[in-house]
């Protein structure tokens, strides 16, 4: 298998909204609405087509988004990446396209200048690509969810030290 990773083009759209929706389907987590959840993305400010990435294997198999939010403590905000979502098509789950695919992006986010990324996923599965608790940056998720459950990573050495505050997401992920 030879995946290769490539930015996400507008005629990919309806396939990669198709496999996010198939990718999530049997998920306990999920709301089975993440291929709307894209598509909002996609149509707002908070969209950097540079960091909507797909994963290649004769069809796309693979597709993550990283998108704008901000840290926000009261009069002071700080800009951050999303990570929202990631999805790997069910017959390709398991082969590490879903890793590959958020290096990829992390290591481009960092290209392009981005300092953060924070993330609401499995406690199992992001410490392992080095993402820690928000908490000790004191970055609080504006949902109630679990400390274990609401990661950061710095791509940039102590570029959280001194953020801390509230995750504001986009209004795309609202509606």
Known sequence: MAIMIRQERQEDYKKTEELVKQAFLHA??????EHELVYRIRTSDAFIPELSL???DNEIVGH??????????????????????????????????????????????????????????????????????????????????PDEVFMAIELTKDSLKNTQGVDQYSQAFFK
């Open 28 to 33: 306990a987590f999920s709301d089975q609405k």
């Open 54 to 56: 797909v994963a290649v």
């Open 64 to 145: 993550i988004m990283l998108s704008k939010i901000k840290v926000v403590n009261d009069d002071r905000a700080v800009d951050s990446l999303t990570l929202a979502p990631v999805s790997v098509s069910p017959n390709h789950q398991k082969k590490g396209i879903g890793s590959l695919l958020i290096t990829h992006t992390l290591r481009k986010a960092k290209e392009l200048g981005y300092q953060s990324v924070i993330v609401l996923g499995h406690q199992d599965y992001y410490p392992k690509l080095g993402f820690k608790p928000a908490s000790l940056w004191n970055i609080r998720s504006p949902f109630e969810v």
